[in-house]
């Protein structure tokens, strides 16, 4: 499995994640943001397929702030409690929890371990995964403070707004 991001070319503002393995169906993620990608204007597939995000980044509490995604006939949460914090990717009868791996050595910074209650699938995996390369913070209490003026500035559900 292999899990690239790149930070958009200079001036662009756009990120790009992509997922891919022997197993995995393969997912891609583009965003705004002035580096890696964000959750403004995303975008995101997963063979071939749209993935249908939303998210409420004024929301007063985790829950009102998860990410909300429809691939197919699923319904997905994804929630993100902040930086080096495990997040969430639940659905009805799996919960896939990914967090910082081991922080004692260099070289493993970077490496990042979960676990999975329930029958999980590749499409499961694939979504959790693609998330840990994406910049989630307006997800968190902290970047929901720091991101509301702008937010409140371009007030659009498609580019990140209010609902």
Same mark, same amino acid.
């Given at each position: 499995m292999t899990v690239q991001r790149q930070k958009g070319a200079p001036g662009a503002f756009r990120g790009f994640a992509e997922l891919f393995g022997e197993c995995l169906p393969h997912t891609e993620y583009t965003g705004i943001g002035s580096g890696y990608p964000s959750l403004s204007g995303a975008k995101l597939s997963v063979a071939g397929q749209d993935v249908s995000l939303r998210h409420n980044s004024l929301g007063l509490n985790r829950h009102t702030r998860a990410l909300k995604l429809s691939y197919q006939d699923r319904s997905y949460t994804y929630t993100a409690t902040g930086y080096a914090k495990p997040s969430q990717l639940v659905r009805d !009868? /799996?919960?896939? &929890? /990914? *967090?910082? *791996? %081991? &922080? #004692? %050595?260099?070289?493993?910074? !970077? /490496?990042? &371990? #979960?676990?999975a209650v329930g029958t999980v699938d590749a499409v499961d995996l694939a979504l959790a995964l693609i998330f840990e390369v994406v910049d989630t913070s &307006?997800?968190?209490l902290g970047g929901a403070l720091v991101s509301a003026p702008f937010t409140l500035m371009r007030p659009h559900p498609r580019n990140g707004g209010y609902e």
């Open positions: !009868g /799996v919960q896939i &929890t /990914v *967090g910082p *791996g %081991s &922080t #004692g %050595s260099p070289r493993d910074r !970077g /490496v990042r &371990t #979960g676990y &307006t997800l968190t």
